[in-house]
């Protein structure tokens, strides 16, 4: 008696195991199967016709959501995405619209948002000038100032850069000695040398 049930225990177990697994796959693929959403930034890559700039830097990344199955998304690397490259000379009103079309992604997944949407990319005619340089000091009362380059090129939008009359350094300490100060860039103006040697030293010092 107790040799025919352990015989017939056998069968049963198998086909246990079988459902228990069967159910675990149907569960996995049910899951898989389910929509969701991840997070990516999106770099952004400008094509700017010769001769003009941007009137203020437009936004160098997007944030979007890609929507499908977990299977699918589970299988793909958001760090992989390309940037998204846009030629200016198609923006109306200085305003470029972001679709989910632009986007390069893997069949069975879309992008369902999109931050922002809309980018300012208004140009003007590029203007390049040169400018002398202001050093800026915490107090230079007693102290000869001097900086080389003592002129800087400077180039932007055309009102940006025809509204400067000179660029300055950051704040330098009013101490003899020299050093490299940054210049302080306005904003959507490009400064060139970054940088500038500033010598300070006591007035009564002859120098040539």
């Known amino acids: 008696m107790t040799g025919r049930s352990a015989g017939s225990a056998g069968p049963d177990l198998g086909l246990k195991a079988i459902a228990v697994l069967t159910a675990i796959g149907l569960f996995l693929w049910v899951r898989g199967e389910q929509e969701s959403e991840l997070r990516a930034a999106v770099r952004v890559q400008y094509e700017l016709p010769s001769g003009l700039a941007f009137v203020d830097t437009p936004p160098t990344e997007v944030r979007i959501h890609i929507g499908g199955t977990r299977l699918r998304l589970s299988r793909f690397d958001p760090a992989l995405l390309p940037p998204l490259r846009l030629n200016v000379a198609r923006a109306k009103s200085g305003k470029m619209r972001v679709s989910p079309e632009l986007f390069d992604l893997p069949k069975g997944l879309r992008v369902t948002y999109i931050s922002p ?6 140009t003007e005619p590029l203007l390049q000038r040169s400018l002398p340089v202001r050093v800026r000091m915490t107090n230079g009362r007693g102290l000869r100032v001097r900086a080389a380059p003592s002129h800087v090129t400077v180039s932007g939008a055309r009102s940006r850069v025809a509204a400067l009359d000179e ?40 120098h040539p």
């Open 117 to 122: 949407d809309v980018l300012s990319v208004a």
């Open 167 to 206: 660029i300055e350094t950051r704040t330098v300490q009013a101490r003899p000695g020299t050093t490299r100060v940054r210049l302080e860039a306005p904003k959507g103006v490009e400064v060139r040398p970054q940088r500038v040697e500033v010598k300070i030293a006591e007035a009564a010092e002859a």
